[in-house]
T-cell receptor, first 114, second 112 residues
Framework: EAQVTQNPRYLITVTGKKLTVTCSQN?????MSWYRQDPGLGLRQIYY???????DKGDVPEGYKVSRKEKRNFPLILESPSPNQTSLYFC?????????????FGPGTRLTVL | GDSVTQMEGPVTLSEEAFLTINCTYT??????LFWYVQYPGEGLQLLLKATKADDKGSNKGFEATYRKETTSFHLEKGSVQVSDSAVYFCALSDRATNKLIFGTGTLLAVQP
């Protein structure tokens, strides 16, 4: 089954404790992206990757890091989480065709930073 | 920069009522337009899309037409069901970066 998986689905942590949210897709998509969803703001892009070893900032990259060492995986790293990073996070992937095709979303990771 | 504006919710309807959720956009160039749906506790799923002016996207009884002259992509359904209760997001795709730019979402609640 074609899918995007994320782990963990739920995470409660404390300020400053490094964490990683994993994202994996089995559709051989070149493009992958991370979004955060906040009430009243919709979804905003954090980082994206056009291909292996190619990453770039989205609209809200501060406090986040990513890496793309393999095509299927695109982890999101919070080196020193803060309470304002409490949010619902989604990973997405798509075929590299420029903007016309569907992006497939993972189920989401609900992060709470105390 | 590019942006999407959609009507605020929540929208509460009775089963079999007509649904319209308004969406307008601002963009340079010719973006692709999308409606995504988020059911409770789940990720986003593509509902329908349109890639050029006057295209009509349709799926599961929902429709939206890409109107370049009014920069709109309103979502409509003739007869909603309780199972349509969800959050609906209008979005446009930046052709250069493939980034999706979302509206704030509209919660639809359909009552039996």
């Amino acid at each position: 089954e074609a899918q995007v998986t994320q782990n963990p689905r739920y995470l409660i942590t404390v300020t400053g404790k490094k964490l990683t949210v994993t994202c994996s897709q089995n559709m051989n998509h070149e493009y992958m992206s991370w979004y955060r969803q906040d009430p009243g703001l919709g979804l905003r892009q954090i980082y994206y990757s056009m291909n292996v070893e190619v990453t770039d900032k989205g609209d809200v990259p501060e406090g986040y890091k990513v890496s793309r060492k393999e095509k299927r995986n695109f982890p999101l790293i919070l080196e020193s989480p803060s309470p304002n990073q409490t949010s619902l996070y989604f990973c997405a992937s798509s075929h590299p065709s420029r903007g016309g095709l569907e992006q497939f979303f993972g189920p989401g990771t609900r992060l709470t930073v105390l | 920069g590019d942006s999407v504006t959609q009507m605020e919710g929540p929208v509460t309807l009775s089963e079999e009522a007509f649904l319209t959720i308004n969406c307008t956009y601002t963009a340079t160039g010719y973006p692709s337009l999308f409606w995504y749906v988020q059911y409770p506790g789940e990720g986003l799923q593509l509902l329908l899309k349109a890639t050029k002016a006057d295209d009509k996207g349709s799926n599961k009884g929902f429709e939206a037409t890409y109107r370049k002259e009014t920069t709109s992509f309103h979502l409509e359904k003739g007869s909603v069901q309780v199972s349509d209760s969800a959050v609906y997001f209008c979005a446009l795709s930046d052709r250069a970066t493939n980034k999706l730019i979302f509206g704030t979402g509209t919660l639809l609640a359909v009552q039996p």
